[in-house]
C-alpha cells in the first residue's frame, strides 16, 4: 500500500481540481493522499467528498509558508497534518494570507508593466477565484501573452528571487505555524528539510517549538540525504512522512502523483500519534 502525502489543487499554485487529484491518485493506486495546498483549505471538502467516491483515503491537510534563517536558507514549510480545518480562528489567519497574496499579485504586475509587459490582470485574478492568487497564476498570464516560452522561463526571468519582478510573500515564523497547526489539532512536520533547514540544530530547534514529523521521502532528496533525514527522525523521535509534491503535468515534466514511494506506515503512525493526542485532550477536559 502506498501513499502521497504532499500534493497541490488550483486552489493553489497547482494544475487540478480536488476530483481529478483524486481520480489520478485512485489510477495510481495509491491508498490514501493529503491535500497540502499553500496557506488555504479551500480544496480539502471536495477532496473528501472525492476520495469517499473514488475509494481513496484523504487526510485534511495544508503547506504553510514561514521566514527561514538565514539568506542562503530563508524561507521553511510546514506541513499540517489530520486539522480540523473549519476552525474559525484558523480560517480567519488564512483569510489574511489570502489577502496579502492579492496584493503581492498587484505589486508584481506594476512591476511588469514597468518592465514593458503589459501583464492581463483579468486573467490572474479570474483564476484567483478558484483559489489563492500566487506567482503561477501571474506565470501563466506571462505563458499565454507570450512574453516566455513556459512556467519555468517565466519564474527564472521574473518572479523567483533577485529578478525583476519579484516580491516577498507575507510569511509567518516557523514556530507560529507550528503553533497553528497544533492548535487546531494538526500534527506539524517539516517539509522537504532540503530546502530550508540545512543543519539538524535548526531541525532540533523546531522540535523544541513542536514539531512532530520531518517529510523524508521526497523526489529531490538523493539517497544519501534521505538516509540523514531518517536518521534525524529517529534521534529526535519524528515521525517519518514524505510526497511527491505534484504541483500537475507540466511541459517536459511527466505527472509525478504517486511516483515517490512513500509507505502506508507512515499514516498509520499518524494516525496512532493523532489517536494520542485526542485522548490527552479528553483527559484534560476531564480534569477540568
Not at 483564476?127 to 501571474?138: C, P, T
Request: with cysteine.
Amino acid at each position: 500500500m502506498r501513499v502521497d502525502l504532499h500534493l497541490h489543487t488550483y486552489f493553489s499554485d497547482g494544475f487540478y481540481s480536488p476530483e481529478d487529484l483524486i481520480r489520478r491518485a485512485c489510477v495510481r493506486g495509491l491508498s490514501a493522499i493529503a491535500l497540502t495546498d499553500h496557506d488555504t483549505t479551500d480544496g480539502v471538502e471536495r477532496a473528501v467528498l472525492a476520495g469517499a467516491r473514488y475509494g481513496v483515503e484523504v487526510i485534511p491537510a495544508i503547506e504553510l509558508s514561514t521566514q527561514g534563517f538565514s539568506d542562503a536558507h530563508d524561507e521553511i514549510h510546514i506541513l499540517g497534518y489530520y486539522i480540523n480545518w473549519r476552525t474559525v480562528y484558523f480560517q480567519k489567519k488564512l483569510s489574511l494570507f489570502r489577502g496579502a497574496r492579492l496584493k503581492r499579485a498587484h505589486v508584481i504586475c506594476d512591476k511588469l508593466n514597468a518592465l514593458g509587459i503589459p501583464i492581463d490582470r483579468k486573467v490572474i485574478f479570474e483564476m484567483e477565484g478558484r483559489g489563492s492568487v500566487g506567482r503561477i497564476h501571474i506565470a501563466k498570464a506571462l505563458v499565454a501573452g507570450g512574453y516566455v516560452k513556459d512556467i519555468d522561463d517565466a519564474f527564472q526571468k521574473y518572479l523567483v528571487k533577485g529578478k525583476p519582478a519579484f516580491v516577498q510573500r507575507l510569511r509567518l515564523l516557523p514556530e507560529e505555524a507550528i503553533d497553528m497547526i497544533i492548535n487546531i489539532g494538526g500534527i506539524p512536520v517539516l517539509a522537504h528539510p532540503k530546502f530550508g533547514v540545512p543543519t539538524k540544530k535548526i531541525a532540533q530547534y523546531l522540535v523544541k517549538k513542536g514539531l512532530q514529523g520531518i517529510e523524508v521521502y521526497y523526489p529531490a532528496h538523493s539517497p544519501q540525504e534521505q538516509e540523514k533525514y531518517m536518521s534525524w527522525a529517529e534521534e529526535m523521535g519524528l515521525l517519518v512522512t514524505g510526497g511527491s509534491d505534484c504541483h500537475g503535468e507540466l511541459p517536459g515534466r511527466p505527472e509525478s502523483i504517486g511516483r515517490q514511494y512513500v509507505p502506508y506506515l507512515s499514516v498509520v503512525k499518524m494516525k496512532e500519534l493523532k489517536y494520542m493526542m485526542m485522548r490527552k485532550n479528553m483527559r484534560l477536559f476531564e480534569e477540568v
